[in-house]
């Protein structure tokens, strides 16, 4: 474990593909670790998001890039590039500067009528815009409050890892989702998916995160 954590504290120090310096690790969660980086060039920040090939290939992290890179919402961020080396897959993407409504929420308490309001809203748009996005609605899958990140109040959705349209969500195969969020058809494989699924995940983290008098 403190052999791992030497050779991440070096590698925060490296520049990836001869553009990206690395400047510190912006976060940890269950696929991999997402960096801070400036574009050498461009002298602008960026998220780098870097997964292990041992836990998900590059196709699928390039899957991720293909669903988000045609969308253009306030709310969902814009992917520049991916990458690959012998061990990893990179996601190139904006870089979001804010607090997750988990950790908000974790410091401060419930939201206010107001907040929930404004946020709940500003969700749904973002979702709307999913849902409507072509012939055949792109169903983000895993809408929880750690993927939702709040700069100055305005709301932004992250992590498309799940992101799929109707059609390929209800291909045979495992599905994912965070248990207590998902809705109820995610845990079972014989359950359509449709734009409900993520509806109902839009009401349980209001009622999670939402103290009503």
């Known amino acids: 474990m403190i052999l791992d954590r ?6 925060v120090s490296a520049v990836l593909f001869g553009k990206y310096q690395l400047y510190g690790i912006l976060g940890t969660g269950r696929t991999g670790t997402v960096f801070l980086a400036v574009h050498l060039g461009l002298e602008e920040y960026r998220a780098i998001k870097r997964v ?3 836990f998900l290939n590059f196709e699928r992290l390039r899957h991720e890039a293909l669903v988000l890179k045609e969308l253009r919402h306030p709310g969902i961020p814009i992917i520049y590039d ?12 904006e870089y979001l500067e804010g607090d997750s ?6 410091k401060q308490g419930y939201l206010s009528r107001e907040l929930a309001i404004s946020y709940g809203i500003q969700l749904t748009s973002i979702i709307s815009y999913l849902h409507l996005a072509g012939s055949n609605p792109i169903l ?6 750690k993927n939702l990140l709040l700069c100055h109040d305005i709301v932004k959705l992250i992590d498309f890892e799940l992101a799929a349209s109707v059609d390929d969500a209800n291909m045979p195969g495992e599905r994912y989702g965070t248990v207590g969020c998902a809705a109820p ?5 014989d359950e359509v998916l449709d ?3 993520d509806i109902y995940a839009i009401g349980v983290i209001q009622d999670i995160f939402v103290k009503l008098p």
């Open 52 to 54: 292990p090939k041992s």
């Open 6 to 11: 030497q050779k991440e504290v070096v590698f």
């Open 185 to 189: 058809e995610q845990y079972s494989k």
């Open 140 to 145: 983000h899958l895993d809408l929880q409050p």
């Open 195 to 197: 734009v409900r699924t």
């Open 82 to 93: 991916i990458e690959e080396d012998e061990f990893y897959s990179y996601l190139i993407e």
């Open 101 to 106: 409504l988990f950790d908000l929420v974790k």
